[in-house]
């Protein structure tokens, strides 16, 4: 395991995304929400908001979306899926929307995400916010605010770990194949 943020590293890349979404929020002209994906894309809302509470402003609406029964893979990979809440207490159409996430790899995931969101209606705009951005995209998706890039061989695993505040990337061993994350 290869540690590539420290807690320094970590605070750093909340408060750099903490300030531009504090700025597109003061700049809105739509009320805008922020809303993680389950499980790690709702604890860096968390954080984000109250770092954007922090900066000054009102705290954006906060809403949680579990993309599990939208995923692509959902019949082909997951021994036994684990359902878990979407929450979006706000109207959706013509809200201005973060979608939140603290790791961006294929793409699948946020392509989800976007699916389970418009079931509930029409926003003005979606933006998407990721803590890294680890590459080997799948879909033509991108973020529009980004915490930190890391460079990433397809077959690792980029943990982040919350409790310690910190990143790191894991690599099967050689000669196991090792598994798809």
Wanted: hydrophobic share 45%; aromatic share 4%.
């Amino acid at each position: 395991m290869i540690q590539v943020a420290d807690q320094a590293a970590m605070a750093a890349a909340l408060d750099q995304l903490a300030a531009a979404l504090s700025d597109v929020l003061a700049q809105a002209t739509v009320p805008v929400a922020l809303v993680g994906i389950r499980t790690g894309g709702v604890t860096l809302a968390d954080r984000l908001r109250a770092r954007i509470v922090r900066n000054g402003l009102a705290a954006p609406a906060r809403g949680d979306l579990d993309i599990t029964l939208y995923r692509d893979d959902l019949y082909s990979g997951l021994e036994k899926p684990l359902l878990g809440d979407t929450d979006l207490p706000f109207e959706v159409s013509g809200c201005g929307i973060v979608l939140v996430d603290d790791v961006l790899f294929t793409g699948r995931t946020i392509r989800a995400a976007l699916g389970e969101l418009h079931d509930f209606g029409r926003p003005s705009w979606i933006k998407l916010c990721v803590l890294v951005d680890r590459g080997h995209r799948e879909l033509p998706i991108q973020p529009d605010f980004v915490g930190m890039r890391i460079e990433t061989r397809l077959r690792d695993r980029v943990t982040v770990d919350w409790v310690q505040d910190q990143v790191s990337i894991t690599s099967p061993s050689a000669g196991s194949g090792g598994t798809r994350p």
